[in-house]
C-alpha cells in the first residue's frame, strides 16, 4: 500500500513569490492535515481538510491557504512569500471516522531567498 | 491552550543502555496521545497511539505509557539505528484531528 506522496521534494522561491505544494494521502484515507516545521517552532498545524471540507485551521495568517479535490488529493498555498516561510511542510493523512493515526509523508523542504 | 513538554532535549546512550524519554502534556480532555520518530530530512513515522491512562503499547525495544499527565517511551537494550528524534502528540477531544507537538528528544545511540 502506497504511502503519502508529497511533491515536490524541495523548492527555492524568492520573497514576495507564491508556491503551490501537493499531497496525496493514503488509499482510502478522507483526512489529509498540514504542518509546518522549523528548527525554532516544531511542528505546527496549518490546517485539516475532510471530504474537501476545511475543518479546523491552526493559527498562521490568511496568506496560508488550502483545498481538497474529490480523490482526497490535496494542495497547499502560500502567497506573498516571506523569508520566515522557509520550512519543512508535511502533509499527514488519516483514514478519518474514529481512527485516529495519522500518517505523514516526507515533506517538502521550502526555501525562500 | 493544549501544551506539550518533552525532555531530555537531547539524550546519548550506549548501545544496550536502556533509558527513558518524557512527555509531559496538558489538554482539557485527551482523544489521544501519539509518539513519532522522524529521521532528518523525513517526516514523521508512527509509532504508538495511547487513549487513557494505564495504557501500554511495544514495539521491538520500545515501550509506551501513559498516565494522566505523562507518558514516557521506554528503550530497552537500544541499537545505533534507534538513533533518531522521537516526538509526542497529543489530540484534544475539542479540536477534530490536530496534534500538538513537543519539540522531540534527540536520541543518539552509539557503539
Known amino acids: 500500500k502506497a504511502g503519502v506522496t508529497q511533491t515536490p521534494r524541495y523548492l527555492i522561491k524568492t520573497r514576495g513569490q507564491q508556491v503551490t505544494l501537493s499531497c496525496s494521502p493514503i488509499?482510502?484515507?478522507?483526512?489529509v492535515s498540514w504542518y509546518q516545521q522549523t528548527p525554532g517552532q516544531g511542528l505546527q498545524f496549518l490546517f485539516e481538510?475532510?471530504?474537501?471540507?476545511?475543518?479546523n485551521k491552526g493559527n498562521f495568517p490568511g496568506r496560508f491557504s488550502g483545498r481538497q479535490f474529490s480523490n482526497s488529493r490535496s494542495e497547499m498555498n502560500v502567497s506573498t512569500l516571506e523569508l520566515g516561510d522557509s520550512a519543512l511542510y508535511l502533509c499527514?493523512?488519516?483514514?478519518?471516522?474514529?481512527?485516529?493515526?495519522?500518517?505523514f509523508g516526507q515533506g517538502t523542504r521550502l526555501t525562500v531567498v | 491552550e493544549d501544551q506539550v513538554t518533552q525532555s531530555p532535549e537531547a539524550l546519548r546512550l550506549q548501545e544496550g543502555e536502556s533509558s527513558s524519554l518524557n512527555c509531559s502534556y496538558t489538554v482539557s480532555g485527551l482523544r489521544g496521545l501519539f509518539w513519532y520518530r522522524q529521521d532528518p530530512g523525513k517526516g514523521p513515522e508512527f509509532l504508538f497511539t495511547?487513549?487513557?491512562a494505564g495504557e501500554e503499547k511495544e514495539k521491538e525495544r520500545l515501550k509506551a505509557t501513559l498516565t494522566k499527565k505523562e507518558s514516557f517511551l521506554h528503550i530497552t537494550a537500544p541499537k545505533p539505528e534507534d538513533s533518531a528524534t522521537y516526538l509526542c502528540?497529543?489530540?484534544?477531544?475539542?479540536?477534530?484531528?490536530?496534534?500538538?507537538f513537543g519539540t522531540g528528544t534527540r536520541l543518539q545511540v552509539t557503539l
Open positions: 499527514a493523512s488519516r483514514q478519518g471516522g474514529e481512527s485516529l493515526e495519522a500518517f
Open positions: 481538510y475532510f471530504s474537501e471540507t476545511q475543518r
Open positions: 495511547l487513549y487513557s
Open positions: 488509499s482510502g484515507h478522507r483526512s
Open positions: 502528540a497529543v489530540q484534544d477531544t475539542g479540536t477534530a484531528s490536530k496534534l500538538t
